[in-house]
């Protein structure tokens, strides 16, 4: 039987876990192996199991999920028993064998779509296959939004969806960067203050670059432009912060007429954003195709100037949103 690793968690956390047996599958290795984790840890937990076996179908020559079965363990009734590449073996094993009260969890990282082993699994009445692969949307909501009620952090409107926006969408990553949230222990984290804490982040100084450009603000432009090169990759961040904004414009002129600026913002602004509704609808009455290009133009051009003489990115850098200024105004 086929399920998500989004209801997966679902079943862990409100304790509903209904199998004993689980395939988990797909090309995000870091997410299989933490469900592989957080699955132990219930039935642990839950059951007062002592012993977990792992099996290695490659690295172990007798390997035996049929031997495991039959070994009775010292510490407790029933064994948590952890498959690491398996192959036809373990299939032919696990069909002919009850697992009775253990608990089995395969590690089926890199295993093909139309292998006998997950079709066993996904048409299964009692066990089950959980896909894992890069986290939706959803999922990634999801997962926060139950990282926050476990801790019970509450964040500003503007800063959750900021950490929706930027985080990672690898599980792993995801992970690390809501732990570093809980470390922080602050509690009314800024924006500013989320985008240091997030390793792939989208800062919230270079946004406000973007919109400061397009209100020809030139003190706060030139201001904001200095304290973020401090690095030999600050003008990378801001040349990619205007270039993400320029598409984002591009797609809200395509559905332009289609739409009510009301709902080109709501469309296609990042909703950690939503304090610039104003300035973005603004931005989007003023804005054509043909400064778009000239913008796209001018981004190539400056992305070919930082590679070559990357010790004058400052100046480069400024004088690029002086000019980005100029055709946004």
């Not at 395939?23 to 592989?36: D, P, V």
């Not at 699994?121 to 139950?146: G, P, T, W």
């Not at 973020?228 to 904004?245: D, P």
Request: positive net charge.
């Amino acid at each position: 039987m086929k399920i998500g690793s989004d209801r997966l968690f679902q079943k862990i956390n409100s304790e509903k876990i209904d199998f004993r047996v689980v395939l988990f599958f797909g090309n995000e290795e870091g997410l299989i192996s933490q469900s592989i984790k957080y699955v132990s840890k219930y039935f642990e937990k839950k059951e007062n199991i002592k012993e977990i076996v792992s099996i290695d179908y490659k690295k172990q020559k007798d390997a035996s999920f049929l031997s495991s079965l039959a070994n009775q363990s010292l510490f407790s009734d029933n064994k948590i028993i952890v498959i690491q590449n398996p192959n036809e073996n373990f299939l032919d094993e696990i069909q002919v064998n009850q697992v009775e009260k253990n608990v089995v969890l395969i590690n089926g990282f890199g295993i093909k779509a139309a292998s006998k082993i997950k079709k066993f699994f996904d048409y299964h009445n009692m066990y089950f296959s959980v896909s894992c692969y890069e986290l939706k949307r959803a999922q990634k909501i999801n997962i926060i939004d139950r990282f926050l009620k476990q801790n019970s952090i509450s964040l500003r409107k503007n800063t959750y969806w900021f950490l929706v926006e930027n985080v990672s969408d690898e599980f792993l990553i995801l992970e690390k960067e809501l732990e570093k949230v809980l470390i922080f222990n602050k509690p009314d984290i800024s924006i500013k203050e989320m985008g240091l804490l997030l390793v792939n982040k989208n800062s919230a100084d270079s946004d406000n670059v973007f919109f400061n450009c397009c209100e020809l603000d030139y003190g706060a432009l030139l201001k904001k432009s200095y304290f973020l090169i401090n690095s030999s990759t600050g003008g990378y961040e801001i040349l990619m912060s205007i270039k993400k904004f320029i598409q984002i414009l591009s797609s809200a002129l395509i559905d332009r007429e289609v739409n009510s600026p009301d709902g080109l913002v709501e469309k296609h602004l990042p909703k950690y954003l939503f304090l610039k509704k104003e300035s973005f609808r603004e931005i989007i009455k003023k804005t054509n195709l043909e400064k778009i290009n000239k913008v796209n133009h001018l981004i190539q051009k400056t992305e070919l100037l930082l590679r070559k003489n990357i010790s004058h990115q400052a100046e480069i850098t400024e004088r690029f949103l002086l000019n980005c200024s100029k055709i946004l105004k």
